[in-house]
């Protein structure tokens, strides 16, 4: 069975930065075309993709977050990071790691294994 688990949440005041974890097991061995996708959901929203990253280190974002997150992988090729900088109040909410296999990678996509989430909240 494939899961994912995310981790590194917590509360930052604006302007701050947090570095989210996901890690992805159960897979005998890692698909050449892995997806993994980075989401959030607020209270009131519906859930919004954030960023992906495929196995040769392409990656997508969503506009609200270009040039403030960035997304990669380690060289294990399970373990992928988001890095979030300049953190606002309403990054705050929900974050998932999906994983999905396919040639396509962005977060239209249907992802198969989703994570749990972590939670990030930003206030002062």
């Known amino acids: 069975q494939v899961q994912v688990v995310e981790s590194g949440g917590g509360s930052v005041q604006p302007g701050g930065s947090l570095r989210l974890s996901c890690a992805v097991s159960?897979?005998?061995?890692?698909?050449?075309?892995?997806?993994i996708g980075w989401f959030r959901q607020a209270p009131g929203r519906g859930r919004e993709g954030i960023a992906t990253?495929?196995?040769?280190?392409?990656?997508t974002y969503e506009e609200s977050v270009k040039d403030r997150f960035t997304i990669s992988r380690d060289s294990d090729g399970k373990t992928f990071t988001l890095q979030m900088n300049n953190l606002r109040p309403e990054d705050t909410g929900v974050y998932y790691c999906?994983?999905?296999?396919?040639?396509?990678?962005?977060?239209?996509?249907?992802?198969?294994?989703w994570g749990q989430g972590t939670q990030v909240t930003i206030s002062s």
């Open positions: 999906a994983a999905r296999t396919g040639y396509y990678c962005d977060t239209s996509r249907t992802f198969t294994f």
């Open positions: 159960g897979y005998g061995s890692t698909p050449a075309q892995l997806c």
């Open positions: 990253i495929d196995m040769t280190s392409r990656t």
